[in-house]
């Protein structure tokens, strides 16, 4: 499973792109843009085709599932301890994100996923991660029920120990955005994982 994380700021054709991903087997894609408001995510929601709604995951507008038909939505881990996911965790498929893997192994079943990370240094965030052992703690995966997604720097050169070292997806962010092809780096990533 490969998993994409929009940066937080509009691009220029972005959602050109993202519907080529989607057409490339892109499997999930994760909208994370804290900094616009309501009007501007409609309009983001607007340039995806619909045929792709099912594969969209909000992090923030929540209600914009009803009216756009998205049933995935991620809650940051903070929201998680504070309890907000409930009220949407029977209509909807959830997932959250954790930064070790004891967290990882008391998740419940109602989450469908989450990721963890730094698994590598990361990409989009300079110095973060350099000292993270998540690639080896993920060994002591100790739950069947919630799908482990790795985060953090991961790009064509190194996916494939993501899934070597047991992990049951990897989300991209600069190791796409970051890129000044970010469609022809998602297919890279992709292909890296179908002959690996």
């Known amino acids: 499973m490969i998993l994409v994380i929009t940066p937080e700021t509009l691009l220029k054709n972005e959602t050109d792109i993202i519907n080529e991903m989607f057409r490339e087997g ?109 690639m080896e703690d993920v060994k002591r995966n100790a739950n069947p029920d919630v799908k482990l997604v790795a985060l953090g720097g991961i790009n064509e050169n190194n996916i494939d120990k993501v899934f070597e070292n047991g992990a049951d997806g990897a989300a991209l962010l600069g190791g796409i955005w970051e890129s000044d092809e970010p469609l022809n780096a998602f297919k890279k990533c992709r292909k890296k994982v179908l002959l690996s």
């Open 26 to 134: 892109l499997d999930l894609l994760h909208i994370r843009k804290p900094v616009i408001n309501r009007e501007e995510m409609k309009t983001f929601l607007d340039g995806i085709h619909s045929e792709f709604y099912d594969q969209l995951v909000l992090h923030g507008y929540y209600d914009l599932g009803t009216d756009y038909t998205v049933a995935r939505l991620h809650f940051r881990e903070a929201d998680r301890l504070a309890g907000n996911y409930k009220p949407y965790a029977d209509k909807n498929i959830i997932s959250t994100s954790v930064h070790d893997i004891e967290t990882f192994n008391e998740l419940g079943k109602e989450w469908e996923y989450a990721f963890i990370s730094p698994f590598f240094p990361s990409i989009s965030k300079k110095g973060y991660g350099l000292d993270s052992s998540i």
